[in-house]
């Protein structure tokens, strides 16, 4: 219990003067002078954990930022392949019933092999026309006998816009120009921008300014993912194990499906099955993928000139089997950087 003032007894109530002053003077002043002391430790130690906890909170809150972001690119990226999956199989799916006039060389038995392998051969190369991936599937004729089909003529126009004429011959794209790097992309910008013979282009209008590019300045545009990095096209990648194509290399027709545009099977491999490398033609589906969040794609997209492969031009399966360093086949990982990429062999079509 605190008593007040007027209960201590006089004497205690007097206020000290001479020697006791002093000595009770210097007290306070060192008393003060010690709690000031610890007061200014104490206040930097106080701040040092407080920058230790900013530091840490900012920390946190930055890569929580970065993480987000991330997730945010590879969403943008999913759904922007999603989309080009659906207009590229439109036109896949297209090629099975499509129409060809097939003119054979002169003196060629009309039986129905020989009428079937040459709508094969057209058909490949309507793809390979239609459906580019890499510079010599558009510079490069039609060798099977079709006639240069109107969007592989729109691409060229397209071409001669970006590139200029070829200073050997005026009426051409300058293909020179045009590098190999990112060709896949280049070409897939050329499809999703081409017009209909209406006039109306097919899938330039879902395409955002942000989502094209010329990351490589050769004057073709790319169509760039979440990361601003393009999106890669191969039209046929044997090598690529997935999904969509699960059994890659197989010396029996059954059970993966077969390739849907030879239902006659006239493909030199089906009658060579039982000798090595014999295998089966097997479905193969268009590849679009990103290279994802480390950047990389690893993945092989050859550099196969498909109007002179053996053992027929315009070959889907070149270079398959048997491996053979330098001319692995087309779309097989090359490292470690494709596992992370994005593909639409697996993205789920929302
Ligand atoms: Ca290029
Ligand atoms: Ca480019
Ligand atoms: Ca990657």
Known sequence: MIRPASQFPEQDRRPLSGPDSAVAAVSIRMAASRMAAVRAAFTLVELMVVVVIVGMLASAVLFAMYG??????????????????????????????????????????????????ARLNAIRELMRLELPDRVTDVAVDPVSGVALPT????????????????????????????????????????????????????????????????????????????????????????????????????????????DPFDPARVDPRWKNLATPPGYCPFALYPLIFSAGPDGLY????????????????NDPYAFMFPYVAGTEPVGVSIGGGSADN???????VE
């Not at 896949?92 to 129905?112: C, D, K, Y």
């Not at 979440?226 to 191969?234: A, N, Q, S, V």
Request: aromatic share 10%.
């Open 68 to 117: 987000l972001l991330d997730e945010a690119k590879g969403d943008r990226t999913k759904t922007q392949i999603a989309r080009i999956d659906r207009f590229i199989m439109d036109r896949w799916e297209s090629f099975r019933t499509r129409q060809v006039r097939v003119t054979l060389a002169a003196g060629t038995a009309s039986n129905p092999q020989v009428l079937n392998q």
């Open 151 to 258: 969007l592989a003529r729109g691409y060229r126009r397209k071409c001669f816009l970006l590139l200029g004429p070829d200073p050997s011959n005026s009426s051409k794209p300058n293909y020179s120009r045009w590098s190999t790097s990112h060709e896949g992309s280049e070409c897939l910008f050329l499809i999703l921008t081409a017009l209909n013979e209406d006039g109306s282009s097919a899938a330039a209008d879902s395409l955002a300014p942000s989502e094209t590019g010329d990351t490589d300045g050769d004057g073709m545009l790319e169509v760039l993912d979440g990361w601003g990095k393009p999106i890669e096209f191969i039209r046929w990648a044997p090598g690529f194990f997935s999904d969509r194509q699960p059994f890659g290399i197989v010396t029996a027709p059954l059970p993966n499906p077969d």
């Open 298 to 313: 690893d993945i092989n997209t050859g550099t196969v000139i498909y109007a002179a492969t053996t053992p027929v031009a």
């Open 342 to 348: 994005f593909h639409n062999h697996w993205v789920e």
